[in-house]
């Protein structure tokens, strides 16, 4: 005969509080998911470590670089969690399946706190071949993050080179941010908003799209450059670029 209960349990800070019947795998999941949140727990601490010992307290909280790193660990340990789910579902264990799944609202909530917007006032400034370039964490459309640079002197960034793409994606550590590109003057012509020819090879596979006057912006993300909307992009923040 099975019992209710109220199994409490405290998994790597998170108090995981499950009304369920009991079922002889709960254990064992226990034990996997503990495991998964430890190894996601441990990523995240060596990301906020090595960003400790980079980036001057002043602008700690803005590195997209950081917010990528939590992202990439969370991302595996959803994929990982929401297998055991899975799996405890087609076993008949809802304490294994509840146990994953509060493991899984643990890191999006972990995810979610390390991309909350930030002031634009706040920033993080780095030099490459005598350019300065600047990634700001803030939830702005593409004409406004061009106006936010050009008040600062500067604008959004012209990706020109293989050496300067490759700089860039690391700078923003794959986060989806506008840079300086766009075809609103004629359709289908990409070009950097000082004139040069956006080069083919740094768009992701399948993109630009063809005859998409909505698409009139361009976004980086980790593998090239998107077409996107100036308002609605997705997009977490910008970059801007100074040439002196």
Same mark, same amino acid.
């Given at each position: 005969?099975?019992?209710?209960?109220?199994?409490?349990?405290?998994?790597?800070?998170?108090?995981?509080?499950?009304?369920?019947?009991?079922?002889?795998?709960g254990?064992?999941?226990?034990?996997?998911?503990?495991?998964?949140?430890?190894?996601?727990?441990?990523?995240?601490?060596?990301?906020?470590a090595d960003?400790?010992?980079k980036?001057?307290?002043?602008?700690?909280?803005?590195?997209?670089?950081?917010?990528?790193?939590?992202?990439t660990?969370?991302t595996?340990?959803?994929?990982?969690?929401?297998d055991?789910a899975?799996?405890?579902?087609?076993?008949?264990?809802?304490?294994?399946?509840?146990?994953?799944?509060?493991?899984?609202?643990?890191?999006?909530?972990?995810?979610?706190?390390?991309?909350?917007?930030?002031?634009?006032r706040?920033?993080?400034?780095?030099?490459?071949?005598?350019?300065?370039?600047?990634a700001?964490?803030?939830p702005?459309?593409?004409?406004?993050?061009?106006?936010?640079?050009?008040?600062?002197?500067?604008?959004?960034?012209?990706?020109?080179?293989?050496e300067?793409?490759? $700089?860039?994606?690391? +700078?923003?550590?794959?986060t989806?941010?506008y840079? %300086? #590109?766009?075809?609103?003057?004629? /359709?289908g =012509?990409w070009?950097?908003?000082?004139?040069r020819?956006?080069?083919?090879?740094?768009w992701?596979?399948?993109?630009?799209?063809?005859?998409?006057?909505?698409?009139?912006?361009?976004?980086? $993300?980790?593998?090239? +450059?998107?077409?996107?909307?100036?308002?609605?992009? %997705? #997009?977490?923040?910008f970059?801007? /670029?100074? =040439?002196?």
């Amino acid at each position: 005969m099975r019992h209710k209960l109220t199994i409490s349990l405290l998994v790597l800070g998170l108090v995981v509080v499950v009304l369920a019947e009991t079922d002889k795998d709960g254990g064992a999941i226990q034990e996997l998911v503990e495991r998964i949140l430890k190894e996601f727990n441990k990523a995240r601490a060596q990301a906020d470590a090595d960003y400790e010992k980079k980036i001057s307290p002043t602008i700690k909280r803005h590195n997209l670089k950081r917010v990528s790193q939590i992202h990439t660990a969370g991302t595996k340990a959803l994929r990982d969690l929401r297998d055991i789910a899975a799996d405890a579902r087609k076993n008949n264990s809802p304490v294994g399946e509840a146990l994953a799944k509060d493991g899984m609202t643990y890191v999006d909530k972990i995810m979610g706190e390390s991309e909350k917007p930030i002031p634009v006032r706040e920033m993080w400034r780095v030099s490459f071949n005598k350019h300065h370039y600047l990634a700001v964490l803030a939830p702005v459309t593409w004409e406004q993050a061009g106006a936010v640079c050009k008040k600062m002197g500067g604008h959004l960034v012209y990706i020109e080179d293989d050496e300067e793409m490759q $700089f860039v994606q690391k +700078l923003t550590g794959g986060t989806l941010v506008y840079v %300086g #590109a766009t075809d609103k003057q004629k /359709e289908g =012509d990409w070009r950097w908003l000082n004139g040069r020819k956006v080069s083919r090879s740094f768009w992701a596979p399948q993109r630009p799209l063809k005859n998409n006057r909505v698409l009139s912006v361009a976004v980086l $993300f980790q593998n090239g +450059l998107l077409d996107s909307t100036p308002t609605s992009s %997705g #997009a977490r923040g910008f970059i801007c /670029e100074w =040439d002196k």
